[in-house]
């Protein structure tokens, strides 16, 4: 009897170990997109989401893809392709979807459904694109430099962001 429960516990050691390894490597392989990355800082989905705050290169959070949504306006929004979390494929856009909240949030996006503050014209700046918000007529921009520090969909400031592919 002993025997068989140190060979059912060790199967179930065995399975959780492998279970584990597997979402590891799925975790690794669903990181696509691109850094967007402004004075050695990138857009970052805080903890996987919601806030959009700044960090250092090279974290799965880091990785965004520019989408055209609305092809005829020139709009498009930036789309969180970086990791698993309950905002994969959110967009940036109002915090909380909320219109009168320019602080950079995800919330749910495609199928023609745009968060408040999810458009954005990109324009080609000096070595990278900047992204003007359409309902706040501001720029996307950090408040000021450092890892965790929130970024803002109303800032006076072009941020331009160097585009750093996924290597």
């Known amino acids: 009897m002993k025997a068989r429960i140190f060979a059912i516990a060790a199967a179930l050691t065995l399975a959780i170990g492998i279970g584990v390894g597997s979402s590891g490597s799925a975790y690794a392989q669903n990181v696509t997109g691109d850094q967007f990355c402004f004075n050695n800082f990138c857009l970052n989905a805080w903890n996987g989401g919601p806030y959009v705050n700044e960090f250092t290169q090279g974290v799965a959070n880091n990785y965004f893809t520019v989408i055209s949504n609305q092809p005829a306006t020139g709009y498009v929004n930036l789309e969180f ?14 915090f909380g979807n909320s219109q009168t909240d320019a602080r950079a949030g995800l919330s749910p996006c495609g199928g023609g459904n745009v968060p408040w503050g999810g458009n954005f ?13 359409v309902h706040w007529n501001g720029w996307l921009a950090p408040a000021s430099a450092g890892d965790g520090t929130p970024y803002y969909l109303n800032s006076a400031s072009e941020a331009c962001f160097v585009d750093i592919p996924t290597g």
């Not at 392709?81 to 109002?94: K, N, W």
């Not at 014209?121 to 918000?133: D, E, I, Q, R």
């Open 121 to 133: 014209t990109a324009t080609h700046c000096p070595g990278g694109l900047a992204f003007k918000n």
């Open 81 to 94: 392709t970086g990791s698993r979390s309950p905002y994969e494929f959110g967009c940036i856009g109002d």
